[in-house]
T-cell receptor, first 113, second 112 residues
Framework: DSGVTQTPKHLITATGQRVTLRCSPR?????VYWYQQSLDQGLQFLIQ???????AKGNILERFSAQQFPDLHSELNLSSLELGDSALYFC????????????FGPGTRLTVT | DQQVKQNSPSLSVQEGRISILNCDYT??????FLWYKKYPAEGPTFLIS?????DKNEDGRFTVFLNKSAKHLSLHIVPSQPGDSAVYFC???????????FGPGTRLSVLP
């Protein structure tokens, strides 16, 4: 157990819809990262937040957005969903002392039909 | 454009022998490298890392070697155990930010 929690575990929705994925980092971790893993693909970095502020951006579509709240939990919002958005979405967190060592949650499997 | 490559999609090794997983990168701005292990239905787990100022880092059965001139790193697992069977991801971080770049992964099977 990494200490990072993600909800929901599974999500099935239709094209054109909007969903919100939630992540709670490990206790004490200020950084939250979001990744997308499509079928048979590696992990694609989407975005990072540090203590409520956006720190780095990767290959995140404009239809996707994220935020980190004062209690440090984070949400990833995916809108106007397309079939190609079906993937595993992972959240990870890291602490101030070891910023490169990320601890991953179990992921949310999103299926767009 | 794949900046981090793991050219072997899969690898099978006998229990007790050495497993060597390889990773190549193209971006000379990468400053820090990590290996993660992933079991099915779980998130990746951090294994070991290495800074670009080092050429070797060891942690128990796991050793990572970095050859900056060749833009190549490898993970050695000795001795390999059946519980090591998983997908291994190599990741790199540039010195200018936190954009982690992951390779596509290598599936390791350790046969008893």
């Amino acid at each position: 157990d990494s200490g990072v929690t993600q909800t929901p575990k599974h999500l099935i929705t239709a094209t054109g819809q909007r969903v919100t994925l939630r992540c709670s980092p490990r206790s004490g971790d200020l950084s939250v990262y979001w990744y997308q893993q499509s079928l048979d693909q590696g992990l694609q970095f989407l975005i990072q937040y540090y203590n409520g502020e956006e720190r780095a951006k990767g290959n995140i579509l404009e239809r996707f957005s994220a935020q980190q709240f004062p209690d440090l939990h984070s949400e990833l919002n995916l809108s106007s969903l397309e079939l190609g958005d079906s993937a595993l979405y992972f959240c990870a967190s890291s602490g101030p002392g070891t910023p490169y060592e990320q601890y991953f949650g179990p992921g949310t499997r999103l299926t767009v039909t | 454009d794949q900046q981090v490559k793991q050219n072997s999609p899969s690898l099978s090794v006998q229990e007790g022998r050495i497993s060597i997983l390889n990773c190549d990168y193209t971006n000379s701005m990468f400053d820090y490298f990590l290996w993660y292990k992933k079991y099915p239905a779980e998130g990746p787990t951090f294994l070991i890392s290495i800074s670009s100022i080092k050429d070797k880092n060891e942690d128990g059965r796991f050793t990572v070697f970095l050859n900056k001139s060749a833009k190549h790193l490898s993970l050695h697992i000795v001795p390999s155990q059946p519980g090591d069977s998983a997908v291994y991801f190599c990741a790199a971080v540039p010195d200018y930010g936190q954009n982690f770049v992951f390779g596509p992964g290598t599936r390791l099977s350790v046969l008893p």
